[in-house]
């Protein structure tokens, strides 16, 4: 198995490579490796080589390497997050990338003690597996958050379809990137939503020439289960 500072390297050059077709700064791009598949030691080995933002989408996963590795991480949680459990993550994530319903909104102004940045989820591609909020639905979600004061609008997330059409997957990049760019317009106080998040192992650098900010990373930055 490569060292993830070896994967690392390789990934910073296809995101140089990815920035210079679309004439973007790298600096712009936050790498999050997705940590929800391996050991708290490969984890561990992730913020050594310099990572500095980890996903995790399971409560119980988040948890495990929080207790080891702490605040020398900043921690996403990247999967649909049960109401319930909202109450034994808040105070450890940074940013959640999976708000899609107002039952969620609610219990993370509750029990959160300071503004959480959140994603929106967006299910772009209508898939019926997938979570997150239809795209005509945006708007009007986002225009209710204002009453969660403990609740950051930062931007949209989506997930795009498991194919290789790289049209197709752009044609879903560019629908959030739009979606994006209206809510931002719209200049709400407790939504700046400026960020995308998107883009995953197999996709990130389509992703990032359409716009994303944060892109995802598992599989190619820190491996599969060890």
């Known amino acids: 198995m490569n060292t993830v500072a070896d994967n690392l390297a390789h990934i ?66 990247i999967g649909s997050l049960q109401s319930r459990k909202v109450k034994e993550v808040i105070e450890q994530v940074t940013m959640i990338h999976s708000l899609d319903r107002k039952s969620l909104a609610k219990e993370i102004n509750k029990r959160a003690k300071r503004p959480v940045p959140c994603f929106v989820q967006v299910n772009i591609s209508g898939e019926e597996s997938k979570q997150g909020l239809d795209p005509d639905e945006v708007e009007s979600f986002i225009e209710g958050l204002k009453a969660y004061s403990n609740i950051k609008v930062a931007g949209l997330m989506t997930m795009a379809p498991h194919i290789e059409e790289e049209e197709q997957l752009r044609a879903t990049f560019r629908k959030l990137r739009a979606l994006r760019d209206f809510i931002r317009d719209k200049q709400y106080a407790h939504a700046p939503c400026e960020w995308l998040s998107m883009g995953m192992s197999n996709d990130f650098q389509l992703a990032i020439e359409e716009g994303a900010t944060h892109v995802r990373i598992g599989t190619s930055l820190v491996g599969e289960q060890n």
């Open 12 to 77: 910073q050059e296809q995101i140089k490579a990815a920035c210079s077709n679309c004439n973007r700064d790298p600096e712009e791009i936050t790498i999050i490796a997705v940590t929800k598949y391996v050991s708290t030691s490969r984890a561990q080995e992730a913020v050594e080589a310099g990572i500095t933002d980890l996903g995790e989408n399971r409560k119980e996963g988040l948890l495990e390497k929080y207790d080891i590795i702490g605040e020398q991480a900043k921690w996403h949680f």
